[in-house]
């Protein structure tokens, strides 16, 4: 494979700064047999009655924050805590990440530059603990909006309701899980009454944003932790077994369903950090249709669906998507894909 097969020209007018309001009248583009473009609105017209919705219910932190370092403003975005009081993150301006240097925050709240690390990445500490830091956070902390987002408008409250979920509820993410943006309470409160939802966790980290480096099969992506209960794999298993049919929603709750599936051929219960890698040529053994937003060009998403959906046709979706200015992106429009075997 090579990674120019992945890639295309999106217009800058394309990339959604804002969520769709209301956000159930999304466009939505199905890519079956046919191409058919639609609304999120209707999404439930292409549910059957044994069919099964999977939800990723983690909750975005607001872990956007600015502190003074040496008299310079730096902002900080906490992508994977380590410890009580320790976390990975990335920063700007880079050149003031200094090993050694004490970053001040609001509220008597310090931390402190440990070690420096590969593509922008450090490791910090801060002086309080783990209940203290989250308080901290809630009072001052910012939703952390995708960079192509950041660099055309600054994060505000708006933001703390358009990227969230209606169903979030596990405290872990670093980035929403956007396909499910478009749900409304209406419509969620209507498929988990009809007993259609089955609720996972993964916490989104970094990865999501990361970029392929070097070559595709070199490529390792950032773990992340993720929970399937023996509840929520053993209602997938018994729909699996009455023919129905599993509906994910999201790429982050794919790559959950088919970690849990790697061991046994079909779900079993999960927990723990999987960094699986979807590409081209991966064997699917649990999602028939995934419910996601439009992704990013050479991105490791972009693999994802290419290896759901097939090439070609992903190639197709987007090429109708930009000829029909779907919006793009995190709070853009979305597709629904049907496993290609």
Same mark, same amino acid.
């Given at each position: 494979m090579d990674l120019s097969q992945f890639d295309y020209f999106l217009p800058e007018k394309l990339i959604a700064k804002r969520p769709c309001s209301p956000r159930e009248n999304s466009r939505m583009l199905v890519c079956d047999s046919d191409l058919t473009d639609d609304k999120f609105i209707n999404f439930t017209k292409y549910l059957e009655k044994n069919d099964l919705i999977v939800i990723n219910n983690s909750k975005v932190m607001p872990i956007?924050?600015?502190g003074i370092s040496n008299s310079h403003e730096i902002t900080i975005t906490l992508h994977k805590e380590i410890n009580e009081n320790t976390w990975l993150a990335f920063? *700007?301006? =880079? @050149?003031?990440?200094?090993?050694?240097n004490e970053i001040i925050f609001p509220d008597d709240t310090k931390a402190q530059i440990i070690k420096k690390m590969e593509f922008g990445e450090f490791k910090i500490s801060f002086n309080c603990n783990k209940i203290?830091?989250?308080?901290?956070?809630? *009072?001052? =902390? @910012?939703?952390?909006?995708?960079?192509?987002?950041l660099k055309k408008r600054e994060t505000d409250k708006k933001d703390f309701t358009d990227y969230q979920t209606v169903y979030a509820k596990k405290t872990g993410s670093i980035a929403a899980?956007?396909?499910?943006?478009?749900f409304n309470k209406k419509i969620f409160n209507e498929l988990n009454d009809n007993n259609q939802i089955v609720e996972i966790t993964l916490h989104v980290g970094a990865g999501t944003f990361q970029p392929i480096r070097g070559s595709i099969d070199s490529h390792r992506m950032h773990s992340e932790y993720g929970l399937v209960t023996d509840s929520s794999a053993e209602k997938i298993r018994n729909c699996k077994k009455n023919g129905g049919r599993i509906i994910s929603v999201g790429t982050t709750s794919l790559?959950?369903?088919?970690?849990?599936?790697?061991?046994?051929?079909?779900?079993?219960?999960?927990?723990?950090?999987?960094?699986?890698?979807?590409?081209?040529?991966?064997?699917?053994?649990t999602v028939d249709l995934l419910l996601t937003n439009f992704?990013?060009?050479?991105?490791?998403l972009l693999f994802l669906v290419a290896a759901f959906a097939g090439t070609e046709k992903i190639n197709k979706l987007y090429k109708?998507?930009?000829?029909?200015?779907?919006r793009f992106f995190s709070y853009g429009d979305v597709s629904l894909l049907y496993r290609n075997d």
């Open positions: 956007l924050i600015a920063g *700007k301006p =880079g @050149k003031r990440i200094i090993v050694g203290k830091l989250q308080s901290f956070l809630e *009072k001052n =902390g @910012k939703m952390p909006l995708p960079p192509y987002i899980p956007t396909a499910g943006l478009h790559r959950l369903l088919e970690s849990a599936s790697l061991q046994n051929g079909e779900i079993s219960s999960f927990k723990g950090e999987t960094d699986i890698f979807i590409k081209p040529g991966f064997k699917f053994k992704h990013l060009p050479q991105s490791t109708k998507a930009i000829d029909m200015k779907y």
